[in-house]
């Protein structure tokens, strides 16, 4: 089992900078491939980004591509979401995800572990 915490979220304004992070235990962090996904009011689980389990490769949504970046620690079992120029439409719970092999995998059900959420609202 893998139990993912996430930190940092908040209110802000628009075109504000956040940075949430995530910490994971339970299983060798360097093993897995990690990720977020975000979910707004009254909508589905939108895919944000990943990381392999090395950080030599990511890949976001297009609606966060340029703004948001997604970095990991292997030594402290922390990831992290750099999110920049923030937009109202970004207003939403986001979530750390965790899957147990590699490959960046945008759809909710290719990761099996899931932290449970920071909101994160951006005034505009």
Do not use: H
């Not at 802000?12 to 707004?40: E, I, K, N, P």
């Not at 750390?96 to 449970?116: D, I, K, P």
């Amino acid at each position: 089992q893998v139990q993912l915490v996430e930190s940092g979220g908040g209110l802000v304004q628009a075109g504000d900078s956040l940075r949430l992070s995530c910490t994971a235990s339970g299983r060798t962090f360097s093993s897995l491939t990690m990720g977020w996904f975000r979910q707004a009011p009254g909508q589905e689980r939108e895919f944000v980004g990943a990381v392999n389990q090395t950080s030599g490769s990511t890949t976001y949504a297009d609606s966060v591509k340029g703004r948001f970046s997604i970095s990991r620690d292997n030594t402290k079992t922390t990831v992290y979401l750099q999110m920049n120029s923030l937009k109202p439409e970004d207003t939403a719970v986001y979530f750390c995800v965790a899957r147990s092999y590699g490959g960046l995998r945008t759809g909710e059900f290719e990761y099996n572990y899931w932290g449970q959420g920071t909101q994160v609202t951006v005034s505009s």
